[in-house]
């Protein structure tokens, strides 16, 4: 029952994480856009809602961070420009990926900037660069990309927990599969040792009717009892060897074949 009980203990989890988690679709995707010209901000939020996903502006890092921090469910995609007065974008992206590791990190940045893109890179702290002036096709297509990017990730995360939980469930199964049978093996041992003991009741049973026979052909010898009264004793001491298995094997789950010795 409890290995039942288990394995579509073992189904519903599934289903109903496939259900709940199915791959994020491309407008299920928020970009936080950081530049400190607003109009920048506006052309790429407009290339962001034609890729099909929503957009966040903010003018400052710090004004990012705080955004980056609270944002529940995480950013896809940040777009930072390099050239910000307080911080730079490669100084907030890196502090970016110590908040929210999993959200796709881009930098905007001009010829002068290769520098720290190069210190960027080997941090980690970015996962692409867009020089400007950017080409709109090619500036679309890597927003695209990255939410896919984005996407794989969590995709992965997903299946990561499920795969736990599954697990989980596998390894309740597997107790109870095991006590199950452990139950069913004492259920067969308990039987056999019935079996064994009533075998051993019958045996014990066939060496009494030597042992009456003995005595009815030392009576008949001896002329003690006459034919009849032999074959009456006989019948009756049979016919109660007969009641008491009989009775034996029903309270042990067994039934005897019919009495073959009638009762005088």
């Not at 989890?13 to 856009?33: A, C, E, P, Y």
């Not at 960027?120 to 990309?145: F, V």
């Not at 309740?172 to 139950?183: G, N, P, Q, W, Y």
Request: a neutral charge; one cysteine or more.
């Amino acid at each position: 029952m409890q290995f039942i009980f288990a394995f579509k203990r073992l189904l519903v989890v599934s289903n109903n994480f496939i259900l709940r988690n199915g791959m994020q679709k491309t407008s299920d995707h928020t970009v936080l856009i950081v530049d400190d010209d607003q109009m920048v901000g506006k052309a790429l939020g407009h290339l962001i809602k034609q890729v099909g996903g929503q957009s966040v502006f903010v003018p400052s890092g710090r004004q990012a961070l705080e955004k980056i921090s609270t944002a529940d469910p995480p950013f896809s995609l940040i777009i930072s420009d390099q050239q910000m007065p307080e911080m730079k974008g490669s100084e907030l992206l890196e502090k970016a990926k110590e908040i929210a590791p999993d959200t796709i990190r881009f930098l905007i940045t001009g010829y002068a900037d290769v520098d720290a893109v190069t210190e960027a890179l080997n941090k980690g702290a970015i996962h692409r660069y867009i020089s400007k002036p950017w080409d709109t096709k090619t500036l679309s297509e890597a927003i695209r990309n990255g939410l896919e990017q984005h996407a794989f990730i969590m995709e992965n995360h997903r299946l990561f927990t499920l795969a736990k939980e599954q697990n989980t469930v596998l390894y309740r199964l597997s107790v109870a599969l095991k006590k199950d049978t452990d139950r069913h093996q004492k259920a067969i041992f308990d039987k056999q040792k019935r079996i064994d003991e009533l075998t051993a009741r019958l045996e014990k049973a066939f060496d009494s009717r030597d042992h009456i026979q003995e005595i009815q052909n030392f009576l008949e010898k001896k002329q003690l009892l006459n034919q009849t009264c032999l074959h009456a004793l006989h019948s009756a001491m049979a016919s109660e060897l007969y009641r008491q298995f009989a009775d034996i094997a029903a309270r042990n789950g067994f039934e005897m074949p019919e009495n073959p010795t009638p009762g005088c």
